[in-house]
Structure formats: C-alpha cells, structure tokens
C-alpha cells in the first residue's frame, strides 16, 4: 500500500516562504498527475497546485503567482515552493493523486501570521 508523507510546513509570517515536500513509498509520482490540497478549519478541503507526469502545472487562482509545484521522480518526491504567504493560507497541506487518489498522508501544517 503506498504511503504519502508530507513535510516541510511550520509557523512563518505573512509574507515569508516556505517549501513543502511530499514522499511516496512507492514509485506512484512518475507516471501520474500530483496534486497539493489544503483544508482549513471548517473548509472543505481544495486542491491549489497539480503537476502532470509531463511537468504541465496547473494552480488556483488563490495561490497562482505565489507557488510553484515541481517534482523529482527519481526520488518520488513531489514540492510545493510558496513564496509571499498570506494569513488565509493558513491550513494542512496534503499531496495525492487528483485522478486516482490513493490513502491521504497526515498533512503537513502551515500556519501564516498576520
């Protein structure tokens, strides 16, 4: 069974950065789109960046501008660069796959001070 696991999130104040990173235990992210989503308190959760198994990204309108998604497949790892955060991206962040979701990891918290 694959096993994502996301990383990097933490306490930063408006307007720093800050680079999340997700892992899977299996060799999934080469040949499938990826997906970052974020759920805030009370929020459904939403997905804000996609990256295709071409390199193709594709983001929200909340975050397009601000975040850059990339991967390394040979380390089946997929990022999530976020530059000039803002109090409302405060939320965990999640990897998946938006096509063929497999089990979600714990997240990974971020938290953005005004």
């Known amino acids: 069974q694959v096993q994502l696991v996301e990383s990097g999130g933490g306490l930063v104040q408006a307007g720093g950065s800050l680079t999340l990173s997700c892992a899977a235990s299996g060799s999934i992210f080469s040949r499938n789109r990826v997906g970052w989503y974020r759920q805030a308190p009370g929020k459904q959760r939403e997905l804000v960046a996609v990256i295709t198994s071409g390199g193709n990204t594709n983001y929200a309108d909340s975050v397009k501008g601000r975040v850059t998604i990339s991967r390394d497949n040979a380390k089946n790892m997929v990022f999530l660069q976020m530059n000039s955060l803002k109090p409302e991206d405060t939320a965990i962040y999640y990897c998946?796959?938006?096509?063929?979701?497999?089990?979600w990891g714990q997240g990974t918290q971020v938290t953005v001070s005004s």
């Open positions: 998946n796959l938006p096509i063929s979701p497999v089990g």
